[in-house]
């Protein structure tokens, strides 16, 4: 099965927490591969946090990120298949 594996992108978000920059870039990368397409996507971060959240209920994570975790939680299930790791 090929898959694709995309650099790492640099962009600058304006946030006042970390928590708050890793959720806006994981739904940037959600919005990216809806746009390309795509149907099968892992999307990975370095925060437990915010997999945590999404693999569990985004309610029971942090507010800050909490509506940017329902867009996320949104868009992951326009895919086939997805994956938080």
């Not at 650099?7 to 304006?14: D, E, G």
């Not at 326009?78 to 938080?84: C, G, I, L, P, V």
Request: charged share 20%; net charge positive.
């Amino acid at each position: 099965m090929g898959g694709a594996l995309w650099r790492p992108r640099s962009y600058p978000i304006l946030a006042r927490r970390v928590v708050v920059a890793e959720a806006m870039a994981l739904l940037h990368g959600c919005e990216l591969a809806a746009e390309l397409g795509y149907w099968r996507v892992t999307f990975e971060s370095d925060s437990s946090a915010i997999i945590s959240s999404l693999q569990n209920d985004v309610a029971n994570g942090s507010w800050y990120v909490y509506p940017i975790l329902v867009k996320i939680k949104r868009l992951g299930n326009s895919f086939q298949y997805y994956r938080w790791s």
